[in-house]
């Protein structure tokens, strides 16, 4: 696989003040700020379970890439823009290294 | 009542599944107030200590309990409740408080804030400090009460004001709605006043009578439920009500209610039931797992196995649609889980009579006298209860 880095953001995590659950497979978020509920696909999921601030943006993207077989250069695209929907919502905090944001 | 379509479908998958969606957790039943109507005994028989709790909490969260409420007696006398909000916190749950706020000041508010806990619901029942304070037994609580929630919304916590309605604050009703308007918080009113947990019905000699009841069962904007709304929606969607019970959801379908099938209670001594409304013990977190109780325990099953077409007099009743029924308060007051009972009868038919049927009757006030089957003797009852 190329070794090109998603440049930018590189960590990321959970909001931790929000509540969220694995329910029959699939992961649900609520938001104790504007009580709103939401439901991530499988790929979502997935990337979610890994979102733990211990790991990197690339780190996650290639993970997702072994798990669906996929290029990784396809799966970047996919990830980025989750990234930003995720973090529109407040759902997912992003910082430019690792370590706490 | 609205709901999301993603919070319709994690109910109705969790009901197939019976996973324990929502569990309403009892830390404590000291109390710093008296209510009397209160249904629950305040001493102390040896609550869950702080460990203990948090072992509960760990096997919640493996068992897919997402919402959370931890409830009292008053939960802020337990000296550890920030240890275990903080511990809950970290295992994801949504978190909601019941209390009755005496203890809550600004500082204590923020730190809710902090620790991600939504929603606050707190017991008023009266705009008037001599009425309220009549009922709790404390003089200077409503003002407490209120400073309270102010400091809560401050911090943009969803705040909601209960008021369980009795002979003492009947005519409070719309007192509180303004009160609540004023504050800027939803309400919900509550006629059920229960008999106590070991069966004790002494506190039915509260409750005001179905007539007294009929102004307010009028107004579109009670009906036992929160006027405004309790909001819990989906990105995009509609805002609606949706977890305080979802009975109206369409996923319970020909079951009586939640109970047992999505949600359970915890006491602070370890025992669960079904719900803090139907205190049937099925097993103890001292002896057992949650989910081996959850999953296996034989009354939990029954209660699972319980369906709406199978009650022995509701089922058949005309006006089943204007009642709402609680299988726990019908074994409570009726004797019978799956047997009808005075209260929600006189009720059903005042709510009837109120949507324009011509003379309701329910179908327990139409059999013979003594034709019920399977109802026990009300003073039987306790022995029933008594817990584990």
Known sequence: MTSNVITSPLAIRRNPKLAWREIDGEIVIISPEDSRVHELNETAGLFWREADGKRSLEEIARLLADAYDVPLETIRADVEELVADLAEKNLLLVADGRGDQ | ?388
């Not at chain 2, 109390?31 to 249904?39: D, T």
């Not at chain 2, 705009?127 to 102010?150: C, F, M, N, Q, Y």
């Not at chain 2, 070991?198 to 069962?217: A, K, Q, V």
């Open chain 2, 1 to 388: 009542m609205s709901s999301t379509p993603v919070m319709d479908r994690l109910i109705r998958r969790t009901v197939q599944l019976s996973l324990p969606l929502n569990v309403h957790f009892d830390l404590t039943y000291r109390c710093n107030e008296r209510c009397v109507h209160c249904y629950l005994d305040h001493e102390d028989h040896g609550e869950l200590t702080t460990s203990e709790v948090l072992s509960v909490l760990d096997q919640l969260a493996g068992a897919g309990t997402l919402f959370l409420t931890f409830s009292g007696g008053e939960i802020f006398l337990r000296k550890d409740l920030f240890e275990i909000l903080e511990y809950a916190r970290r295992l994801g749950f949504d978190l909601s408080l019941k209390t009755n706020a005496l203890l809550v000041d600004a500082s204590r508010a923020e730190k809710l804030r902090e620790l991600g806990v939504r929603r606050v619901q707190v017991s008023i029942y009266s705009a008037e400090p001599a009425v309220h304070d009549a009922v709790t037994k404390v003089k200077g609580s409503l003002e407490r009460s209120i400073a309270a929630i102010r400091s809560l919304k401050r911090q943009g916590l969803q705040v909601k004001i209960a008021c369980p309605l009795m002979k003492q604050n009947l005519a409070s009703y719309g007192g509180v709605v303004n009160l609540a308007e004023d504050l800027g918080v939803p309400y919900v009113i509550d006629m059920t006043i229960t008999p106590k947990m070991d069966g004790d019905t002494s506190t039915l000699s509260l409750r005001t009578s179905g007539s007294d009841l009929l102004p307010i069962i009028q107004s579109r904007s009670c009906s036992n439920r929160s006027s405004a709304p309790d909001a819990l929606s989906s990105a995009g969607a509609p805002q609606g009500s949706v977890v305080s019970s979802g009975v109206e959801i369409s996923a319970y379908d020909d079951l009586t209610c939640s109970a047992g099938h999505n949600s359970c209670y915890i006491s602070p001594y370890g025992d669960i039931y079904p719900c803090v409304q139907m205190p049937l013990p099925t097993g103890n977190l001292r002896r057992q797992q949650f989910q081996e109780i959850w999953r296996d325990s034989g009354e939990m099953k029954r209660i699972r196995a319980i369906r709406e077409s199978q009650l022995h007099v509701c089922s058949t009743c005309e006006i089943r649609q204007f009642c709402e029924r609680c299988p726990g308060l019908a074994m409570m007051e009726g004797g019978d889980l799956m047997g009808p009972y005075e209260r929600a009868c006189e009720l059903a038919e005042l709510s009837a009579r109120q949507a324009g049927v011509a003379n309701p009757v329910s179908a327990w006030h139409r059999r013979p006298e003594g034709a019920l089957p399977g109802v026990i003797p009300a003073g039987k009852v306790a022995a029933a209860h008594a817990r584990t």
